[in-house]
């Protein structure tokens, strides 16, 4: 897992890894004893930026990243039971009126972004689009968007949103992280079923990577588990400690990800950044708001549902989190579908229309 950093020695790397285990688990401890959920993921989150933004960025390898988006995608599966198809199905108009709310929404500030230069067109597109972060940035590459522009908006909002899902958690309905003694992190594993559930991801993984599948790492591994469940073959089997390391992994990749040079770059536009995500954030509370009264579902569960951050950052926070897992992940994931399917031609249409600024040589 620990990628020697270009430039530095093998001592230098053992005391840079060292730093941000001591960091991210100090972080991770600190959130807890707040009751934040979620603080396995945001603890080495954050302890990565810290070190990014003094010159000690951390590359997580991509074999680690993808193992722990399959450790991730398996565990919304585990989400997911059978009959979450027919609860959504039940209030299908409802739950699509919502996921295309959200991703209309993001697809309108791209537009205000691009239409005042703020950022160039396919940029401002991917970079407000409600997806999966790291698959926003690879597909903003594959169209034409400026990736390091992309990465701040996409992993800034991610962490904003992780941020204040996790405070709306704990204040909301005082949600805390499950797991913290010795049983709890070491429970009986039904080995039959976690080597099914490893054999799952290893299948995701090796298809993903084939068919160069940008997002197949987290979502092979979730559909396949899904049918397997489906058809009483499987029932995910994820030891606390995996899902403890994958989380950490997610939150390394994503904080890794902010460093001095990207941040002097977009510094120009950050202010209207940061004011395009709080906007899509507090719009999506509203959205949340409304479908809670339509729904039934209590407002927390809604505003895990519309968020419009990464989806495995949410599905770890509403796994700890006292929230209707199945609803929340069933509206990120046909939502993160919908952006899928129609980003490319949002990207096109809109670059189409409005004037594309010169991005600077340094692209």
Known sequence: MFLPQPG????ANAILWAVLLSASVAISVALEMAHLPAALLLGPMLAAILLGFN????AVPRPAFMMAQGVVGTMMARAMPPNVLGEILSVWPIVLIGVASVVLTANAIGYVLARFRV???TTAVWGASPGAATAMVIMAEAYGGDTRLVAVMQYLRVLIVATMASLAARFYLDATITGGTAADWFPPIDWVNFAGTLAVIAAGLVLSRIFRLTTGAMILPMLFAIGLQGAGLLTVEL???LLAVS??????AIGGRFNRDIIAYAARALPTI?????ALVAICAVYAGILS???G???????LATSPGGADSVAIIAASSNVDMSFVMAMQTMRFFMVLFTGPSTARFIAARVSLWDVPSGR
């Not at 530095?8 to 001592?11: A, N, V």
């Not at 989380?247 to 390394?252: F, I, Q, S």
């Not at 940061?274 to 709080?278: E, R, S």
Request: proline residues 9%.
């Open 247 to 252: 989380y950490a992994v997610c939150g390394w």
């Open 293 to 295: 009264s339509v729904t």
């Open 239 to 241: 030891p606390p400690v």
């Open 274 to 278: 940061l004011l395009a995500i709080v």
């Open 119 to 121: 950022l160039p067109g």
């Open 8 to 11: 530095l020695g093998l001592r």
């Open 55 to 58: 010159g000690r960025a951390v």
């Open 297 to 303: 579902v209590d407002f927390l569960t809604a505003y």
